[in-house]
């Protein structure tokens, strides 16, 4: 690994030298060998770095425990579950977050293009949400739902009011998990039918019965989970069998090629052939559920063939079974073109699942479904103990009103088009950027060796291009069944100029690695 250091010259903030404007930092490259810095002696001239967009805010400054101190407590009392996840090799300690930026506890500022795993929908610490969270706390925490609290029942009828009819039936959870694990319970007594069906490579959480919908090995373990479920062929028209150049809702396309007329898509066709052919061979003649993400999440951003839904909603209710979208990721505006992920695909689901992005980080999730299927639930009795809590009903209602006032919806489909379309022209320019997807601020990039083949980008190269672009002050997710896919899914306040100053990061990483390889 080479360290090449350089120095950039911008801007101040409030009178203080900003450690990305004003860069006096050695940029990783990654080769086999020692650690070398190269100053101005060097041969060859070091790459100009991309200048990080000004930003008019102060950080406090931290003053806790070393990053030594910390890293040890994470190794040695935390579940050794909490370094498994930890992102880098050489890890990220965050101090403070202001709307779309990240500081760690060195002062270095970050783009931060993940969201805290797509949850922070309006920005960190953004200043009307935590204006409201402030005046609740002084008001009341926490009661449960065993008493009437004005917060729970204000929040039920704004959100109910952004969903289409009959979703007008509202039970709150602390998370996504939860919300699935209910929304299964609700439909199995509903329908008086036991089997679910989801899509290969999906998530829907980690609990026992979050599990058994997941479908990704590195999410499951060894152990009874949630039995009767099943997961048919995912129509992924990029690296499934079957796809083409018009197949997807998104302002770009797969460079596959197809042959189909308009509005006909042959791809489609197949993957529902899939599908009919689980109903003849592997679950009971009724089902109680169809359960998808509208676009998958971790699974890389994957976008479905035009009509899939649609055509599969109507399979599924001939089978006595509901239809669920799991909105966690794809909820409150982040598409850009509708408020749900749902719509986009002009289906109406029997029933809505949401966390993450609810509540712009504040643990919350909840099911919203008809008044029909709710009768079904309430014949026994059910209980969370934090559920509907009257702060998390205030921030949440708050992140609503935000995302309507500031246009936030709108800026995720203005700004997640530009930068689909400016990425669509980096797949060009490089062999190992397959496919680039997405709508609104929900945008995958998936690497493979090569176009030809579409096989995974290699773990270790995954690795190289990431740390690369968090070197440079962006920091992105990963996901994909093979952890090939880059995933870009920010706080929907993301500015132009951000988006600008990543696709020049990320151009220049692709080019590192290029080069390197």
Same mark, same amino acid.
């Given at each position: 690994m080479h360290k090449v250091c350089s120095r950039l010259h911008g801007p101040a903030l409030l009178g203080k030298t900003d450690p990305w404007n004003s860069l006096d930092a050695c940029v990783k490259f990654h080769k086999g060998g020692g650690v070398i810095c190269q100053k101005s002696a060097m041969k060859h001239t070091p790459p100009v770095l991309p200048q990080i967009p000004p930003f008019d805010f102060k950080p406090e400054p931290y003053q806790g425990m070393s990053k030594d101190r910390l890293l040890d407590i994470r190794k040695h009392n935390c579940n050794p579950m909490t370094m498994k996840v930890?992102?880098?090799?050489?890890?990220?300690?965050?101090?403070?977050?202001?709307?779309?930026?990240?500081?760690?506890?060195? $002062?270095?500022?970050?783009?931060?293009?993940?969201?805290?795993? &797509?949850?922070? =929908?309006? !920005?960190?610490? /953004?200043?009307?949400?935590?204006?409201?969270?402030?005046?609740?706390?002084?008001?009341?925490?926490?009661?449960?739902?065993?008493?009437?609290?004005?917060?729970?029942?204000?929040?039920?009828?704004?959100?109910?009011?952004?969903?289409?009819?009959?979703?007008?039936?509202?039970?709150f959870t602390n998370s996504g998990s939860e919300a699935n694990d209910l929304a299964v319970?609700?439909?199995?007594?509903?329908?008086?039918?036991?089997?679910?069906?989801?899509?290969?490579?999906?998530?829907?959480?980690?609990?026992?019965?979050?599990? $058994?919908?997941?479908?990704?090995?590195?999410?499951?373990?060894? &152990?009874?989970? =949630?039995? !009767?479920?099943? /997961?048919?062929?995912?129509?992924?028209?990029?690296?499934?069998?079957?796809?083409?150049?018009?197949?997807?809702?998104?302002?770009?396309?797969?460079?596959?090629?197809?042959?189909?007329?308009?509005?006909?898509?042959?791809?489609?066709?197949?993957?529902?052939?899939?599908?009919?052919?689980?109903?003849?061979?592997?679950?009971?003649?009724?089902?109680?559920?169809?359960?998808?993400?509208?676009?998958?999440?971790?699974?890389?951003?994957?976008?479905?063939?035009?009509?899939?839904?649609?055509?599969?909603?109507?399979?599924?209710?001939?089978?006595?079974?509901?239809?669920?979208?799991?909105? &966690?990721?794809?909820?409150? !505006?982040?598409?850009?073109?509708?408020?749900?992920?749902?719509?986009?695909?002009?289906?109406?689901?029997?029933?809505?699942?949401m966390a993450k992005g609810i509540a712009n980080g504040f643990p919350m999730g909840a099911v919203v479904t008809t008044a029909e299927i709710a009768r079904s639930f309430a014949k026994g009795v059910h209980f969370n103990t934090f559920g509907g809590n009257p702060l998390a009903c205030a921030v949440a209602s708050s992140v609503l009103d935000t995302i309507k006032e500031d246009k936030m919806q709108e800026n995720s489909a203005e700004v997640g088009t530009y930068l689909l379309t400016e990425l669509a022209k980096l797949r060009d320019k490089y062999e190992i950027i397959g496919d680039v997807r997405g709508k609104g601020l929900l945008i995958g990039v998936e690497m493979v060796k090569d176009k030809a083949s579409r096989?995974?980008?290699?773990?270790?190269?995954?690795?190289?291009?990431?740390?690369?672009?968090?070197?440079?002050?962006v920091l992105i997710g990963k996901g994909g069944l093979y952890g090939q896919t880059f995933r870009i899914k920010p706080p929907m306040c993301i500015t132009k100029d951000d988006a600008d100053f990543f696709l020049a990061v990320f151009n220049q990483a692709v080019h590192n690695y290029m080069e390197r390889r």
């Open positions: 930890t992102y880098y090799k050489k890890p990220v300690f965050i101090n403070q977050g202001y709307m779309q930026w990240l500081w760690d506890v060195d $002062g270095r500022r970050y783009l931060d293009l993940f969201a805290g795993i &797509v949850t922070v =929908s309006v !920005g960190h610490c /953004n200043p009307k949400v935590t204006e409201t969270a402030e005046k609740q706390l002084r008001r009341l925490w926490h009661t449960t739902a065993i008493y009437v609290n004005p917060q729970m029942q204000e929040y039920a009828e704004k959100l109910a009011s952004l969903l289409p009819d009959p979703l007008k039936v509202v039970y319970l609700m439909a199995r007594l509903h329908t008086g039918n036991f089997d679910v069906i989801t899509l290969r490579g999906s998530y829907h959480g980690g609990s026992p019965q979050a599990m $058994g919908l997941t479908s990704n090995t590195q999410y499951k373990y060894p &152990v009874p989970s =949630s039995m !009767g479920c099943h /997961n048919t062929m995912c129509p992924d028209v990029f690296r499934g069998l079957w796809g083409g150049s018009h197949c997807r809702d998104s302002p770009v396309q797969t460079i596959r090629e197809c042959s189909c007329s308009p509005g006909h898509c042959q791809a489609n066709d197949m993957y529902i052939r899939e599908l009919k052919e689980m109903f003849a061979t592997t679950v009971p003649s009724r089902i109680a559920a169809f359960f998808t993400e509208p676009i998958q999440g971790i699974g890389g951003a994957v976008q479905f063939s035009k009509n899939y839904l649609k055509d599969t909603y109507q399979l599924v209710r001939e089978k006595g079974g509901i239809c669920i979208a799991d909105e &966690v990721q794809t909820g409150f !505006g982040r598409t850009g073109s509708h408020f749900w992920g749902f719509q986009g695909h002009n289906v109406l689901p029997d029933m809505v699942t096989d995974p980008l290699p773990s270790e190269a995954m690795a190289e291009i990431f740390e690369d672009t968090k070197d440079m002050g």
